[in-house]
């Protein structure tokens, strides 16, 4: 008998930040003697579906971890079709972005994509920042150990300006510092594939998430395993460092 995952969701524990890494493109579309674009094509319709069940459900922020840094090293038809694909989805998902008054953002390094895809990008950002629900924000050109290097840098420099003084450094201060600073941290991490890895995705920012791995391929991944996440997520107890007992009481 299938479950109806969404019945069973509690919509007073919805998690405010989501982040996914979206995991197993390649693997599907081997699975389909396809090339490993045709998987990352296929994925696009499950980011369609997530963002609507995020946005159905309450969640205010939705992470997805769109290309990393990492990326790059693929081979080069495979990132010169990434891109090309991720220009013509940015502008043909947006009657999903407004109709589920979504803001889009990006934390990853824009300076790195081609001119075509930044352009694609900051465009988008700007026709939807007056949406006031659900925030999308893609990890695009983005490695959680190159935020961290870039917030040590900054903070460096205003230490040396006599912005900082050294002492006065604390959590509440690396974090103004990241891509993030002005989003919570991620209640809900999700990898798809069976992997079960971080990969470098918001490593500061998942110190205190609920990890969830499922073994779905990413093109597989519909609403309702993410609503099963989801589930899964509200059967935790999320303790903070803290016990079972101090979290009741």
């Given at each position: 008998m299938n479950?109806?995952?969404?019945?069973?969701?509690?919509?007073?524990?919805?998690?405010?930040?989501?982040?996914i890494i979206m995991d197993g493109n390649g693997r599907w579309a081997k699975k389909q003697g396809?090339?490993?674009?045709?998987?990352?094509?296929?994925?696009?319709?499950s980011v369609r579906n997530v963002c609507e069940a995020s946005a159905e459900l309450g969640v205010k922020y939705l992470t997805l971890y769109?290309?990393?840094?990492?990326?790059?090293?693929?081979?080069?038809?495979?990132?010169?079709?990434?891109?090309?694909?991720?220009?013509?989805?940015?502008?043909?998902?947006?009657?999903?972005?407004?109709?589920?008054?979504?803001?889009?953002e990006n934390i990853g390094?824009?300076?790195?994509?081609?001119?075509?895809?930044?352009?694609?990008?900051?465009?988008?950002?700007?026709?939807?920042?007056?949406?006031?629900?659900?925030?999308?924000?893609?990890?695009?050109?983005?490695s959680a150990r190159w935020e961290i290097?870039?917030?040590?840098?900054?903070?460096?420099?205003?230490?040396?300006?006599?912005?900082?003084?050294?002492?006065?450094?604390?959590?509440?201060t690396i974090?103004?510092?990241l891509t993030t600073k002005q989003i919570p941290d991620v209640d809900l991490l999700i990898r798809t594939s069976g992997e079960l890895r971080i990969s470098n995705f918001l490593l500061?920012?998942?110190?205190?998430s609920e990890l969830y791995f499922t073994e779905v391929l990413w093109p597989?991944?519909?609403?309702?395993?993410?609503?099963?996440?989801?589930?899964d997520y509200q059967n935790r107890e999320r303790r903070f460092g803290k016990t079972s007992e101090q979290i009741v009481n």
């Open positions: 479950t109806n995952f969404k019945e069973k969701i509690n919509k007073e524990n919805i998690p405010q930040h989501v982040a396809k090339e490993r674009i045709f998987g990352h094509q296929h994925g696009v319709d769109t290309f990393s840094k990492e990326n790059w090293n693929r081979p080069k038809e495979e990132v010169d079709a990434l891109m090309k694909m991720l220009v013509y989805t940015i502008g043909q998902e947006e009657k999903t972005l407004m109709d589920n008054n979504i803001r889009l390094d824009t300076s790195e994509l081609g001119q075509e895809a930044k352009e694609a990008l900051l465009a988008m950002i700007e026709k939807t920042k007056a949406n006031s629900g659900m925030t999308l924000i893609l990890a695009l050109n983005y290097i870039e917030m040590v840098k900054q903070i460096s420099a205003e230490v040396k300006q006599g912005k900082i003084e050294e002492k006065s450094i604390d959590e509440n974090s103004s510092y500061w920012q998942i110190a205190y597989d991944f519909t609403k309702e395993e993410f609503y099963k996440a989801v589930c």
